[in-house]
């Protein structure tokens, strides 16, 4: 199928769709349900060149930062702080023993 035909028949499955917009995946899924046998890849290819994807969502929105991620002590054994908004840890915690 060429890729002409190929994306008529994207467009035809976005149009048939209810919502606003549609990504390749499922595009692709609903090709393959009509039985048009084509490459996923291939889908995301055209509906890239054609603008055709779904919005996507960016990233939440951050406040500014209060430094550049450097922290440089005025001198050696001073107590600095943090405000632990985000706190990364490994391993497991054992449950207290009463």
């Known amino acids: 199928m060429p890729d002409a035909a190929l994306l008529e028949a994207i467009r035809a ?11 390749h995946r499922k595009v692709w899924a609903r090709l393959r349900m009509q039985g048009v046998r084509t490459s996923r890849r291939r889908v995301l290819r055209l509906m890239r060149e054609h603008d055709l994807l779904a919005p996507s969502r960016v990233g939440s929105p951050r406040g500014p930062r209060n430094h550049d991620g450097t922290i440089i ?26």
Request: proline content about 8%; glycine content about 10%; overall charge negative.
């Open 73 to 98: 002590p005025d001198a050696v054994d001073i107590m600095w702080g943090t405000d632990m908004t985000t706190t990364w840890t490994v391993g497991h915690f054992e449950k207290p023993r009463c």
């Open 13 to 23: 499955v976005l149009a048939a769709s209810p919502f606003h917009g549609e990504g």
